[in-house]
């Protein structure tokens, strides 16, 4: 250690704040403290191999003083964020998790955000996007929020979302009872769903009395709906409880978020060498999470005190309940833990088989899909570490003059890697031709990526050299199949939902009253002819404005 490092330490001072350890000007690491002298004193005698290294390597320390320790928590985020030093353990997502966000403008709206990047009211994350799906669109008709985003000053009439009674409509001046529609969802995201639960069993009890049967009913369709998507997630429990239960081994975290007794989602975090501090700050400090009532914990957490962030308690069980939690909490952790070594291993036995010298981390994976020629689209997948990573997947449009699977595979590659790096493994769904057909045009952009094919007939494995035959259950093969599968699923489904909407278009270009105006609405809306075809006169009115075009429609389709 560097004599100026030491004496830097046996001055600070013994206020909360935040150190970095820097080299040639660079932070290399970043901490905080409650008591800055105290904390530095433990590097005079390093406990761990990092912390050698740390010392070993700065030649500068700097201290910085705050207020409190909340202050000391947020700064270090924020300069752990903008410096990213090399020591300092970084939470990575294991795959894509959405958010869901309300915005700060005058009358706030309500959207599905893979990333937390605009400002606004954020809660999450959670698991699935069909789940946050699911449960907007329930909580929107019970509650009437915009998830518009128009510029309500320059709206004329209202769109057909407030005819269906599932928006009150702020853009016809109903602003005061959207804000307390906003309010009510922000309580119900935060835990606190009771309201909105008596608030539906009053609704129905009130209508029955007054004999509105019709209305009755939909309040108890809407309580029942409600209240099976919150159990779709697979446990509830009798008490309110209120909290996340955190576990962590080998460097991968595991978090159940509980709210007012139903388990809102299970999401699994990598961080390697990190602990329950670091994973504080960088899931809740840094915003990533919403702070629940209380944190479960195997180990307590460093001498920070984190009740300044909003939580009640953080700290191992308390009652039975809680117990029950983390022992879910780790059968969890050691599934993921388990099918991570399964995929590491499948990863490895592929490393062995194509020759190649570095881990497979990252693999792309093509696909075209098109119906005799027409519509034709690729799908590019993104598997880590051996699992989908969706927030990279990507779509393509394709205009080709004549159907050839080939120049459709050397478009995609030269538009995806003229701009991305390169993957450590390149995939695409077919044989020689297919795997010739992407080396070709990376050779055009001057790049080199190994790139391997699956014939579909008898699963043979395609590379540049050779053909590889293995047996139906061998790992390497497994794995690929399910990146075929993948590519293959996702670009079929775009595909499906391409083919739909031209098809929507031109049959609308049929139908008598239907101008571009309103064939715009109608795809905007519907998005497909079946989706027309299921709606009632009424629904196609409110978008169209004409009793008698909405009739005309349905004739037609």
Known sequence: MKETIKRRIELAPDDPGVYLFKKGGT?????????????????????????????????????IVVTNEKEALLLEANLIRKHKPKYNVRLRDTEFYPYIRISNDEVPYVEIVKRRLKDGTYFGPYTTVRFVRDLLETLQRILGFRTCKFNLSRVKRPCFLFHLKRCVGPCVGNVDQHREAIEKLKDFLSGNMRDVFDYLHKKMELHGKMLDFENAARYRDLLLNLSNILESQGVTFEEEINCDVVVHSHGLFVVLRIRDGYLMGKIAFEMEGGSIDDFIREFYVSGRGDVPNCLIVEDDPG??????????????????????????????LENELSMRGLKKEALRELMKLLGLRDFIYRIEGIDVSHLQGKHTVASLVVFENGFPKKSDYRRYRLNLERPDDYEAIREVVRRRYSKHP???????????GQVNAALEALRDLGKTCPVVGLAKKEEVIVTEERDIVLPQNHPALRLLVQVRDETHRFAVNY?????????????????????????????ECFGSIENIRSASVEEIARVVGSVEVAKRILERL
């Not at 050698?52 to 700065?58: F, G, H, K, P, S």
């Not at 962030?309 to 308390?318: M, S």
């Open 27 to 63: 932070p290399i690491y970043i901490g905080k403290a409650k008591k800055l002298s105290a904390r530095l004193k433990s590097y005079l005698n390093p406990s761990s191999e990092k912390v050698e290294r740390i010392v070993e390597e700065a030649d500068d320390l700097e201290t």
């Open 422 to 432: 390169i993957p450590n493994l390149l995939f695409v769904d077919g044989g020689r």
């Open 495 to 523: 595909h499906r939902k391409r083919r739909e909407k031209e098809s929507l278009k031109s049959a609308l270009d049929e139908i008598p009253g239907v101008g571009p105006v309103r064939k715009k609405k109608l795809l």
């Open 303 to 332: 001498e920070m005190d984190y009740t300044s962030l909003g939580f009640q308690y953080i700290g191992r069980p308390r009652s039975q309940l809680e117990k029950d939690l983390l022992e879910k909490a780790k059968k969890n």
